[in-house]
Every structure is written in C-alpha cells, then in structure tokens.
T-cell receptor, first 114, second 109 residues
Framework: DSGVTQTPKHLITATGQRVTLRCSPRSGDLSVYWYQQSLDQGLQFLIH???????AKGNILERFSAQQFPDLHSELNLSSLELGDSALYFCASSVVVGGSTEAFFGQGTRLTVV | LAKTTQPISMDSYEGQEVNITCSHN???????ITWYQQFPSQGPRFIIQ???TKVTNEVASLFIPADRKSSTLSLPRVSLSDTAVYYCLVGRNNNDMRFGAGTRLTVKP
C-alpha cells in the first residue's frame, strides 16, 4: 500500500459525459501528479500541483482540468468524454529529501468511455 | 528537462542478472537518477535512486559513472515476477516527473 488513495477504482461512462477522479496523497506530501496511461502505452504526464498551486502542465487536453484543495487532495475533471479517453489514470504524491524525489503512486482509476 | 533514452525491450531468463542502461546526456548538476518498476494495471513503484557512483538496496543496484551521462540498473538473479516495465527518470525537487517509454523486461523460465 503506497498510501495514495484514488477513487473510484473503476468508472464506466458514456461519450460526452463528465467525470471527476479523486486522489488523496500520502499524509504530509504536498505534491500531487496526474498521469494518463492508455492500453499498452507509457505514462503520459498531465499535471503537477504543489500545495494547491499548479507547478507544471504536460499534454493535458483543454477538456481536462485539475485542482488541489487546501486539505491537499486533488481532483481531475474530464469533460466531453471521448472513446479515446478510456485509460488508466494514476495519481502520485511525492516526498523530497535533500533534493531527491520519491513518488508514490495510487492504484489508479480505470475509465471506460462507451 | 533532462531527456532519457532506454532500450524499448529486453529479454532474460530466470536466475540471470539483468542490466538496463539509461542515457541522460543533458543531466544537470543537481539532478538525481531514479528508477521505477511498473506491473500491468498497477501504478509505478520506486526501486532505487542515486546521484553518483553506486547505490545498492535489497532489490537492485544502480551504477552511475563519473560523468553521470548514463546509469545502469542491475537486477540480480531475476525471477518471472520481475517481468515489468522499468522507467528511468532524471530530475530534482519534485520536478521532471515525466516518464519516458521505459524498458519492457520479459523474464522467461
């Protein structure tokens, strides 16, 4: 158990709909990262939040948005869903010790768009 | 951002030592090198991290030459359960958490 919790574990929805994925980082971790992984593909970096502020943005579609709340949990909102958005979505939190970073990943949310 | 290059795939047999090399020619002075392992449908898991020379833990060893332009993850005596994708990342302070394509290791009986 990495200590990072993602909900829901599975989600099936129709095209055009909107969903929200939730991530609770490990206690004390200020950074949250979101990734998308399509079938047999690599991890696509979406966005990084640190203590409520956006730090870096990857290839995140305009239909997607995220935020990190004061209690440090984060939500990834996906709207106007398309079949191609079907993927595993991972969240990670990280700890920095003397400049080095170790990330801890949740078990992911499997999104299926039908 | 330091870019990394790894072999797309590797095959090995149970009991062998596996070495996966990652090239990172543009590594910055303060960057660390970190390796993650990912099993199908699971989130990546931290394996090992280093800055220079050699680091060893209960799972693997990491060899980093003096110029730090590459690094080698060494897995001793692999088993079938080591079949996974291995990612090399280079960065510092929560930055550069972008994963490349990784190396798909297949361990055969």
């Amino acid at each position: 158990d990495s200590g990072v919790t993602q909900t829901p574990k599975h989600l099936i929805t129709a095209t055009g709909q909107r969903v929200t994925l939730r991530c609770s980082p490990r206690s004390g971790d200020l950074s949250v990262y979101w990734y998308q992984q399509s079938l047999d593909q690599g991890l696509q970096f979406l966005i990084h939040y640190y203590n409520g502020e956006e730090r870096a943005k990857g290839n995140i579609l305009e239909r997607f948005s995220a935020q990190q709340f004061p209690d440090l949990h984060s939500e990834l909102n996906l709207s106007s869903l398309e079949l191609g958005d079907s993927a595993l979505y991972f969240c990670a939190s990280s700890v920095v010790v003397g400049g080095s970073t170790e990330a801890f990943f949740g078990q992911g949310t499997r999104l299926t768009v039908v | 951002l330091a870019k990394t290059t790894q072999p797309i795939s590797m095959d090995s047999y149970e009991g062998q030592e596996v070495n996966i090399t990652c090239s990172h020619n543009n590594i910055a002075t303060n960057d660390y090198i970190t390796w993650y392992q990912q099993f199908p449908s699971q989130g990546p898991r931290f394996i090992i991290q280093g800055y220079k020379t050699k680091v060893t833990n209960e799972v693997a060893s990491l060899f980093i030459p003096a110029d730090r332009k590459s690094s080698t993850l060494s897995l001793p005596r692999v088993s079938l359960s080591d079949t996974a994708v291995y990612y090399c990342l280079v960065g510092r302070n929560n930055n550069d958490m972008r994963f490349g394509a990784g190396t798909r290791l297949t361990v055969k009986p």
